[in-house]
């Protein structure tokens, strides 16, 4: 009764061509956006809304932070900026000499 277990469970599969679905849909979208970009601007506009747009969308696709992928980096950094913080530290204003029983 020996059972075979998965190896390597971790990577994704490769579906189209060198690319996971995952990276495909996020280079996808963003072709479509710089493609919307050319209806909309143009001349320097243009050149630079793509750039930035390609540049955060081949971000979103290819870039790991600490091996988690970029867009769970990003999650995770507008849930603590927008998040509330709790501090917990209460200073008291009580001298800080230690009294023993019996002293004054």
Do not use: C, H
Not at 16 to 22: A, D, H, K, M
């Amino acid at each position: 009764m020996r059972y075979q277990v998965p190896q390597f469970i971790e990577t994704e599969t490769k579906l189209v061509g060198p690319f996971t679905l995952r990276q495909f849909l996020w280079v996808a979208g963003g072709i479509s956006m710089v493609t919307l970009e050319f209806i909309i601007l143009s001349g320097y506009f243009l050149i630079g809304a793509a750039l930035l747009t390609l540049a955060f969308f081949g971000s979103l696709a290819f870039v790991r932070v600490d091996g988690q992928p970029f867009v769970n980096f990003l999650a995770y950094m507008l849930a603590y900026g927008l998040g509330a913080k709790k501090y917990l530290f209460k200073a008291s204003k009580e001298e800080s000499a230690i009294k023993f029983p019996g002293q004054q």
